[in-house]
């Protein structure tokens, strides 16, 4: 480029910047541009969930605008990555735009705001899981929020809260047909126990729950004292085809916390 191009080219990038610009430049414009049409991208997000949902989280946006991919969250909640932020496809500056667009649009609207805890059940503890790479509890927090509409009764949105808290638990399938484990290739039979991760179907000793003893559903305070000192634990269900729908049979627990739970319940017994 010679002297008299470079010259007219600032000229014209002095015009432009004058033209398009009160702030310092070309880069600020465009950020803001961008930031723009992202407000506007997750507040058609936001809506959208709202109203097909009556609720709205972080995640939700974040997989509606495009920065997620449902199996990066299915990673982060099996506890393969470390922090959700390190597989959101967009730079923290970005994020923290879209996250803060996303608050301002539910106070707008009114939204009743209601922390949640996300936990990463393992086989031997459960864990909260971390959002953000710097961990800050402000910023968790914002991550965990979830927003519900006023519209609802009281009692819906009670209800909702409730289901938000409740932590993934591990379900085990007492099956109504005959299956076979897809990783050790044993026969199971009717009425036995299947583990189902992600496409796969497991045997218990696959799924590493077959130290694991059936206490069946009855003795509601016998459950909640054995589930309480069983480190891990599995619900059991199985389909009802009369009723349409998956009826818990019992848990799986450890044989330790079974014995613990049963001395208890004796000792509390009169005489
Ligand atoms: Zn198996």
């Known amino acids: 480029m010679n002297e008299a191009e470079t010259r007219a080219e600032h000229v014209v990038s002095s015009i432009l910047e004058h033209a398009t610009s009160s702030g310092d430049g070309k880069n600020r414009e465009k950020t ?13 997000v936001a809506e959208k969930t709202l109203h097909d949902r009556n609720y709205v989280c972080a995640i939700d946006i974040l997989l509606g605008i495009g920065y997620l991919q449902p ?4 990673d982060w909640k099996r506890g393969r990555v470390p922090y959700l932020e390190k597989v ?5 500056s970005k994020i923290s735009y879209a996250m803060k667009s996303f608050r ?5 609207k009114g939204l009743n705001p209601s922390e949640t805890s996300y936990l990463l059940k393992t086989q031997n ?3 909260a899981l971390q959002f953000s790479k710097s961990g800050d509890s402000n910023i968790e927090l914002a991550y965990r929020t979830h927003y519900v509409s006023p519209t609802l ?8 809260k409730e289901n938000f808290e409740k932590p993934a638990e ?13 990783l050790c290739e044993k026969e199971l039979f009717k009425d036995s126990f299947l583990y189902k991760e992600q496409d796969k179907a497991l045997c218990l000793k696959c799924a590493k729950l077959d130290e694991l003893t059936f206490l069946p559903a009855g003795d509601a305070k016998l459950t909640r ?13 199985r389909f009802s085809r009369a009723r349409k729908r998956y009826e818990r049979q019992g848990l799986l627990v450890e044989e330790s916390a079974l014995k613990q739970a049963e001395s208890e319940n004796n000792s509390e017994k009169p005489a």
């Not at 803001?32 to 058609?44: G, H, T």
């Not at 199996?71 to 299915?74: E, Q, S």
């Not at 009764?153 to 909702?160: A, E, I, P, V």
């Not at 004292?225 to 269900?237: E, F, G, I, N, P």
Request: net charge positive; with cysteine; aromatic share 4%.
């Open 170 to 182: 591990v379900v085990v399938f007492s099956i109504l047909k005959d299956s076979k484990c897809d």
């Open 125 to 127: 503890h459960s864990r």
């Open 71 to 74: 199996v990066h969250i299915d």
């Open 225 to 237: 004292q054995a589930k309480k000192h069983s480190k891990t634990y599995a619900v059991v269900v």
């Open 153 to 160: 009764t009281d009692k819906k949105q009670q209800k909702l």
């Open 88 to 92: 959101i496809c967009a730079n923290l």
């Open 32 to 44: 803001s541009m961008n930031n723009k049409s992202l407000d506007q991208k997750v507040k058609q």
């Open 104 to 108: 301002v649009w539910a106070r707008q």
